[in-house]
C-alpha cells in the first residue's frame, strides 16, 4: 500500500516531532523554499518556535527546452551548472548567460515579494534548517545549499517529507543531516505522496511569512 500524508501541514508538523527528538536547537533557523516549502517550514518553525525565512531558486533551461534545466541559482547570484548535461547538449555558459540573468532578476523579485521590507536573517553560525515540500532530483537545492554555506552558517539540515534514495544519497554529504517522513523506492512526482497537494499562490506565502514575524 502506498503511503501517504494527508497535506505538507501534516508533513511539517511530522518534521517538527522527528527535529525535536534529534537535534540540538540552540540557534536554530527554518528556511523555506517557496512555494509549497514554505507550507511546510512555517510548521516546522512553529513547533521549533524558531524564526523563519524564504530562499528563492530558479530553473535554468536550456536554450530552445525551457523544461529542461542545465542549472539552478539562488536571489543572491549563487549558480549550479549541470556541467555533465551541457556538455552532452553541447551548450556553454555563453548560450545560456542571458537566461541565467533572467532568472537571477526574478529570483530577486521574489525574494523581495515574499520578504517585504523585513531584514534577512543573520544565518552566521547559525544551525539552517532547511525545508522544502518534496525533493525530486535535488538540483535546485543544491543551488541553495551553496549559497547557504557561504552565509556562514554552521550547521546546515535538510527537511522534507518526501524523496527518492539516489537523491538522500547524492544530498548526505553535502549536509549535516536529513529528516524526512517518506523515502519511496518508486518515484515519479512528489505529489503522488500527499493527498491533498494544490497548487500554492503567492498571497499564501506572503501571508505565512507575516505570520511568522510572531513566532
Known amino acids: 500500500m502506498l503511503m501517504m500524508l494527508k497535506d505538507r501541514v501534516e508533513g511539517g508538523k511530522r518534521l517538527a516531532d522527528r527535529i525535536l527528538e534529534t537535534e540540538d536547537l ?5 528556511l523555506g523554499l517557496p512555494r ?8 516546522v518553525a512553529k513547533v521549533l518556535d524558531a524564526p523563519m525565512d524564504v530562499v528563492v531558486t530558479r530553473k535554468v533551461g536550456a536554450p530552445g527546452q525551457p523544461e529542461l534545466a542545465v542549472a539552478a541559482l539562488t ?13 552532452k547538449l553541447g551548450i556553454g555558459i555563453g548560450d545560456i548567460e542571458d537566461t541565467v540573468a533572467q532568472e537571477k532578476k526574478e529570483a530577486r523579485r ?3 515579494l515574499f520578504r ?30 551553496m549559497s547557504l554555506r557561504l552565509s556562514g552558517a554552521k550547521r546546515i539540515i535538510i527537511a522534507v517529507p518526501v524523496l527518492p534514495p539516489d537523491t538522500l544519497m547524492s544530498l548526505q554529504e ?3 543531516g536529513i529528516h524526512y517522513i ?12 500527499y493527498e491533498s497537494f494544490p497548487e500554492v499562490k503567492d498571497a499564501e506565502v506572503i501571508a505565512l511569512m507575516d505570520k511568522s514575524k510572531k513566532l
Open 36 to 43: 509549497g516549502g514554505v507550507v511546510t517550514a512555517f510548521e
Open 182 to 193: 517518506l523515502m519511496p523506492e518508486v518515484f515519479y512526482s512528489i505529489s503522488q505522496f
Open 75 to 87: 536571489s543572491n547570484g549563487t549558480v549550479l551548472y549541470n556541467e555533465k548535461l551541457m556538455e
Open 116 to 145: 517585504g521590507d523585513r531584514p534577512p536573517l543573520d544565518l552566521e553560525d547559525k544551525t539552517v534548517i532547511l525545508v522544502d515540500d518534496g525533493i525530486a532530483t535535488g538540483y535546485t537545492i543544491k543551488a541553495a545549499l
Open 26 to 30: 540552540d540557534g536554530v533557523v527554518v
Open 110 to 112: 521574489r525574494l523581495d
Open 174 to 176: 553535502l549536509v549535516d
